[in-house]
């Protein structure tokens, strides 16, 4: 995939559909009730790149405070849901071990990888950070990880929802009806090719998982070196 042209179509698609008024609002972000867990791997951002992404949310927050922005803690890059956030999903309903040593198989012989966040997209519902990689190591971590899984037996739901391709974080959602699109936009413009950092990260992480990576409801359960 070509990911920047794939980030530049997700833009301009969605500036369209803001304009008009046609974005999408999450409406169980701060509902306690909600109950979608799942199993996710994951990348955690280096404190370097993170405190670059909060100086860019701070600016957004003064001109839209009420939308839901990602702390530092929850910042994340999605490598591969293994199991999508589904209601009421226990891990006791699975044999953690199991996943483990199809994970370990499978991020065997793995090079150094190389992430840089560099720019704004957006989707209908949030607004994100691009992220490139080097080499496409990421491509080749997930189409192991996809095919050991799909030749296992074990309880999976990869890609049943979309095939991830991309290295993008999300760093904030839609909560509510926009107040001032117009500066909005015009400040998204203005960092739509900023570079936040680059990073090499030494580990994957699986997590049990709620559909925002919330700290509170995020176990970890296996770090996995790289």
């Given at each position: 995939m070509d990911l920047k042209k794939h980030y530049d179509n997700l833009y301009k698609n969605t500036l369209q559909k803001i304009t008009k008024d046609d974005y999408l609002l999450d409406d169980q972000i701060l509902n306690p009730a909600d109950t979608r867990r799942g199993i996710t791997l994951i990348i955690r951002p280096s404190q370097e790149v993170k405190e670059n992404?909060?100086?860019?949310?701070?600016?957004?927050?003064?001109?839209?405070?009420?939308?839901?922005?990602?702390?530092?803690?929850?910042?994340?890059?999605?490598?591969?849901?293994?199991?999508?956030?589904?209601?009421?999903f226990n891990l006791n309903s699975i044999h953690i071990p199991d996943y483990i040593?199809?994970?370990?198989?499978?991020?065997?012989?793995?090079?150094?990888l190389e992430i840089n966040f560099q720019g704004i997209t957006a989707s209908p519902s949030a607004i994100m950070i691009q992220g490139?990689?080097?080499?496409?190591?990421?491509?080749?971590?997930?189409?192991?990880?996809?095919?050991?899984f799909h030749n296992s037996r074990l309880q999976q739901s990869i890609d049943q929802r979309?095939?991830?391709?991309?290295?993008?974080?999300?760093?904030?959602?839609?909560q509510n009806k926009f107040k001032n699109k117009e500066l909005l936009l015009e400040k998204i413009e203005k960092y739509r090719n900023f570079n936040f950092g680059t990073f090499k990260p030494n580990s994957i992480e699986l997590v049990y998982n709620d559909w925002y990576q919330k700290v509170e409801n995020v176990k970890t359960i296996q770090l996995f070196k790289i």
């Open positions: 992404i909060q100086l860019f949310l701070n600016e957004i927050k003064t001109i839209e405070p009420n939308q839901y922005y990602y702390p530092n803690s929850d910042i994340h890059i999605t490598v591969l849901s293994i199991i999508s956030c589904e209601p009421d040593k199809v994970i370990k198989e499978s991020l065997l012989k793995i090079e150094d490139f990689t080097n080499l496409n190591i990421l491509d080749s971590i997930r189409t192991k990880l996809r095919s050991n979309y095939s991830i391709a991309t290295a993008h974080t999300t760093v904030m959602r839609f």
